[in-house]
Antibody
Framework: EVQLVESGGGLVQPGGSLRLSCAAS????????MHWVRQAPGKGLVWVSQ????????KYADSVKGRFTISRDNAKNTLYLQMNSLRAEDTAVYYC??????????WGQGTLVTVSS | QSALTQPPSVSGSPGQSVTISCTGT?????????VSWYQQSPGTAPKVIIY???NRPSGVPDRFSGSKSGNTASLTISGLQAEDEADYYC??????????FGGGTKLTVL
């Protein structure tokens, strides 16, 4: 079964850091571009970041540029999102998603990040 | 990276058709056929229902269809069913090689 499972979410203070992981199974991660998408409580989906197959190219939403870093370990079939200088407005469920035909065709279940003192 | 514009809500009765619009600019929707649509029920992850403007993944009913004209993409759901009640989001590639979602539309089946 093709599956993505996120982990690493939790409660963090403003200015703190967190690293999210996304473990892929049922397919070979190295064959796909990958994305992170977030959704604040009761709000809509927001694209956060993308990474190409071999991690030579990354893109970020303006709201996280310079604070978040996307990376991948294809040998471990795992995608990451390092989040630094976290703000209250980063509070959201974070989803990893697989790219297929320029769409997100496989999604994880999401992991909740709460930034609060 | 301004969000694409969707109506906050639409509604229809079972059996009717509804259309959800997604308006962008010449820097995103208007320039690329990389527009997709997602259905999200409460408490669940989104699910792709349309990719590359008008293509349906396997398993998605043909009641769902997509189109694009100029800077506006549209999702049409025909033969509305109670199970279609959900939030719907559009997404597009942009000229700065990033991606942008619409604000989302809540579909109510009356």
């Amino acid at each position: 079964e093709v599956q993505l499972v996120e982990s690493g979410g939790g409660l963090v203070q403003p200015g703190g850091s967190l690293r999210l992981s996304c473990a892929a199974s049922g397919f070979t991660l190295r064959s796909y571009w990958m994305h992170w998408v977030r959704q604040a409580p009761g709000k809509g989906l927001v694209w956060v970041s993308q990474i190409n197959k071999d991690a030579t190219s990354t893109k970020y939403a303006d709201s996280v540029k310079g604070r978040f870093t996307i990376s991948r370990d294809n040998a471990k079939n795992t995608l990451y999102l390092q989040m630094n200088s976290l703000r209250a407005e980063d509070t959201a469920v974070y989803y990893c998603a697989r790219d297929g035909h320029y769409a997100y065709n496989v999604w994880g279940q999401g992991t909740l990040v709460t930034v609060s003192s | 990276q301004s969000a694409l514009t969707q109506p906050p809500s639409v509604s229809g009765s079972p059996g009717q058709s509804v259309t959800i619009s997604c308006t962008g600019t010449s820097s995103d929707v208007g320039s690329y056929n990389r527009v997709s649509w997602y259905q999200q029920s409460p408490g669940t992850a989104p699910k792709v229902i349309i990719y590359e403007v008008s293509n349906r993944p396997s398993g998605v009913p043909d009641r769902f269809s997509g189109s694009k004209s100029g800077n506006t993409a549209s999702l049409t759901i025909s033969g509305l069913q109670a199970e279609d009640e959900a939030d719907y989001y559009c997404n597009s590639y942009t000229s700065d090689s990033t991606w942008v979602f619409g604000g989302g539309t809540k579909l109510t089946v009356l």
